[in-house]
């Protein structure tokens, strides 16, 4: 709780040190705020606290909030080189970007629902905003508005179904629904309908087929750090969010209702994820329809709902987070401010900027799942989940949708090592940007050598 306020009164400082013109203090107090906001984080590990039937503390929303404020701390360090052209506005961006942190955080610690509510419409409202930050940009305020529509809507849905199982229960309270299930009493096709929309509201937010059309557009017209955010901070609020109602809810609830739907929505993400991404020439896009394919990948844990799955969906969304932000730093050092990224861009990379080469091929080959990498055993303990609960089926489609992702990841590699063209000229990210890509090497690398440090870690 701490952390939270501390994040959220670190916004409107921003706020103030960009009314007063003090630019060069952004960066530092922003840095500065978010590093104590995650020690204070840490300082509630193994501590149960609960304020006013809201919000809930536990080992499982410490570790997600540290993730959280970790990636968003990478990203305000990839921020300084990026938004160094951005005028006037850019306290409002950093602002903004604490205010969606302070929203995902809420979303891994909530224990009712109003609060979940409150929580996804702080993070949206920030990122709509976000997502059009670029005024002057079509594509931009394309973004901003696809964006709008479609998470309007998906709010509207999850809302929709809060109201239906608020309206059984006569409780938002996680504990007392969780009762409600567990009680032995049948359950009342509103109830159920209640669990279907909430479903397909999460789904929406997470990036989920067949909810997913918003993510390409919207991905490839913000601007590239803002998607950078979308694509880690975000999404793992969403998962976190999903798992932690379904896990406590409804995991009693015989699996003929919800889970079939989840199922098939699962299976269908991860191939219709990957085999779409195969056709990309964009390299924002590809990185799009690559998180559509992972958000399947993080559904697993759901259909298993077992002691190891919070667990093994940390681990993952842990691995993933760090590699995605690493291969978006090199697609922002490429792109600059522009809106795409072709997969040309990356010709020649290799031979005047090897750090940069070294942090896009750990980076897609951890996406990739290959070994020994943090993204192969984020896999690993994924499908071993999964089997350990007899869900056969769905670990071999997603071990199918696993080897067609190898192909597209290693387009860009490919191209970064091609001499037969122009080598893209020797690019100066500066000490931060490329520290972040440095730290992303080293802890891909080492979560996968080392995998048994985070692996029990929500536990």
């Known amino acids: 709780m701490t952390a939270i306020i501390i994040l959220a009164l670190l916004g409107f400082v921003i706020l103030f040190l960009g009314a007063y013109h003090l630019r060069s203090w952004l960066v530092p107090v922003a840095l500065i705020g978010v590093t104590t906001a995650f020690v204070m984080n840490a300082a509630d590990w193994d501590q149960q606290k609960e304020w006013f039937g809201m919000m809930f503390s536990d080992n499982f929303s410490v570790s997600f909030n540290g993730l959280l404020i970790f990636c968003t701390l990478l990203i305000f360090m990839l921020a300084s080189w990026h938004f160094r052209n951005e005028g006037s506005m850019v306290a409002d961006l950093y602002a903004l970007i604490l205010f969606a942190l302070t929203g995902a955080m809420l979303m891994t610690s909530f224990s009712n629902l109003v609060m979940l509510f ?59 629904i969780s009762d409600y299930v567990n009680s032995g009493n049948k359950l009342p096709i509103v109830f159920h309908t209640g669990i279907m929309l909430v479903m397909i509201g999460f789904a929406f937010k997470i990036g989920a087929v067949p909810f997913h059309y918003w993510a390409p557009d ?204 122009t080598p893209v000229p020797r690019i100066n990210n500066g000490f931060a940007f490329n520290f972040v890509l440095m730290l992303g090497i080293f802890l891909t690398i080492v979560l996968g050598l080392f995998p048994d440090v985070l692996a029990n870690l929500p536990g």
């Open 118 to 176: 409150i929580g996804i419409e702080i993070l949206s409202i920030a990122l709509y905003i976000l997502a059009g930050s670029r005024r002057l940009n079509l594509a931009s305020n394309e973004a901003s508005l696809k964006y709008f529509l479609m998470g309007s809507f998906a709010s509207g849905v999850l809302l929709f179904g809060i109201a239906l199982l608020f309206g059984t229960v006569n409780s938002f309270d996680l504990a007392a």
């Open 218 to 421: 919207v991905y490839q017209g913000s601007p590239t750090l803002i998607t950078t955010f979308m694509a880690t901070v975000v999404k793992v609020a969403g998962i976190a969010a999903f798992y932690r109602l379904f896990d406590t809810c409804f995991s009693g609830i015989d699996t003929s209702g919800w889970y079939q739907v989840l199922w098939v929505i699962c299976v269908i993400t991860i191939l219709y994820g990957n085999i779409t991404a195969l056709l990309q020439n964009e390299g924002k896009r590809l990185m799009a329809w690559s998180g559509v394919a992972h958000a399947g990948y993080l559904l697993i844990p759901l259909l298993a709902l077992n002691e190891l799955s919070a667990s093994a969906i940390f681990y993952y969304t842990t691995a993933y987070t760090i590699s995605s932000i690493t291969v978006f730093g090199v697609i922002i050092a490429l792109g600059g401010t522009d809106n795409e990224v072709p997969i040309e861009r990356f010709k020649g990379l290799a031979k005047n900027n090897p750090l940069m080469t070294f942090a896009l091929v750990v980076g897609m080959f951890s996406l990739a799942g290959i070994p020994p990498l943090a993204g192969f055993f984020g896999k690993y303990y994924l499908f071993a989940n999964a089997l350990s609960n007899g869900l056969i089926l769905v670990t071999v489609l997603a071990v199918i949708g696993s080897l067609i992702g190898i192909y597209y990841y290693f387009k860009p590699v490919v191209q970064a090592f091609n001499t037969e063209v």
